[in-house]
């Protein structure tokens, strides 16, 4: 996260890959599922949060802090690495 946004907004990842996101902002973010599933709770200045995407499917998630912030994980088997 920086700028008050996630950066790739939207990321592909495969079952079982670890994702994180690093706060690189000078006040806190969170990274929470708007369904439900995660939530990193509050991410420190400088800190990270990581998750293994164990299920497949679209999670849109956001910041519980900032409500313009938000990003999509988007975990399936045939993604390649990376996000866009
Ligand atoms: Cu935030």
């Not at 996260?1 to 950066?7: D, F, I, L, P």
């Amino acid at each position: 996260m920086e700028g008050t946004a996630y950066v790739p907004q939207t990321l592909s990842v495969r079952p079982g890959d670890v994702v994180v996101w690093v706060n690189r902002d000078p006040f806190p973010h969170t990274v929470t599922a708007s369904a439900g599933g995660f939530d990193s709770n509050t991410v420190a200045p400088g800190k990270s949060w990581r998750y293994t995407a164990r299920k497949a499917g679209v999670f849109p998630y956001r910041c519980t802090l900032h409500p313009t912030m938000t990003g999509t994980l988007s975990v399936r088997s045939d993604a390649t690495a990376g996000g866009k």
